[in-house]
């Protein structure tokens, strides 16, 4: 009976906004050395009295609420990639409402402000000097994690290479006296630090190669 009334809205009565979420990418996070995180456009749903759903936006909602997600598409720009000024933890709420209304969206773009920008900021310009600290912090942590990571690795093999130069040196001695040693092997690598021992096995080799000498009275002529 009513093919020809206007279709009734999924959400009718209920609260209805678009807006853009974030959520933080943990592998350019971590690449980053600082949270940083993706803008995805999402739709608000709340009935009054009742908890709010969140999720993205699908075809039907832009269809079904054509002129909010207009007023949304007028307000929002593209997406920048960087550490929205909302998931700082060193921004207050009032001071991010002012730089955002500046067009400040992100730290990074705070972070190269302009000196012409800086004094239209006034008082708020010492978030730019604070995000400049907390960029470079956050290299900073990450070039020292990288710094100790390849350090790591660097020993690692330094000391592989030790425990085989110490594997070929025992074969060697059992080869020419008969001597299993395959107990002790083990235990020497673990327990020696590797500048001893790494100056015992030159030090032995360099013995093992000296002429052995004779034992007993020289020959009469």
């Known amino acids: 009976m009513n093919n020809g ?4 809205k999924r959400y009718a009565g209920a609260n209805v906004k678009f807006f853009n979420a974030y959520n933080e ?5 971590i690449e980053a050395g600082r949270p940083i995180f993706d803008e995805i456009p999402s739709i608000s749903i709340q009935w009054p009295g009742h908890d709010e759903t969140v999720r993205r936006i699908e075809p039907q909602d ?20 960087g550490t929205p000024l ?3 933890p060193l921004m207050s709420g009032s001071a991010m409402r002012e730089l955002q209304y500046l067009g400040f969206k992100t730290v990074e773009q705070l972070s190269v402000a302009t000196d012409e920008a800086k004094r ?5 310009s010492k978030f730019v000097t604070l995000a400049k600290e907390w960029l470079a912090a956050a290299k900073s942590d990450q070039s020292e994690v990288v710094k100790l990571k390849q350090l790591l690795e660097r020993e690692t093999r330094r000391r ?3 425990e085989h130069k110490l594997e070929l040196f025992m074969q060697r001695i059992e080869a020419s006296e ?7 092997r083990r235990t020497i690598a673990q327990d020696i630090p590797d500048e001893a021992l790494e100056e015992g096995i030159i030090e032995a080799e360099d013995e ?3 002429e052995p000498k004779r034992r007993g009275r020289p020959k009469k002529t």
């Open 5 to 8: 009334g206007q279709r009734k």
């Open 120 to 124: 239209k900021l006034g008082p708020l």
């Open 86 to 88: 909302a998931e700082w």
């Open 160 to 162: 592989e290479q030790l």
């Open 62 to 81: 832009m269809q079904e609420y054509p002129e909010a997600y207009a007023k949304f598409k007028t307000g929002s720009e593209t997406v920048v990639d």
């Open 178 to 184: 008969g001597t299993d040693l395959r107990g002790v």
């Open 25 to 29: 990418n943990e592998r350019k996070s």
């Open 208 to 210: 093992a190669l000296e």
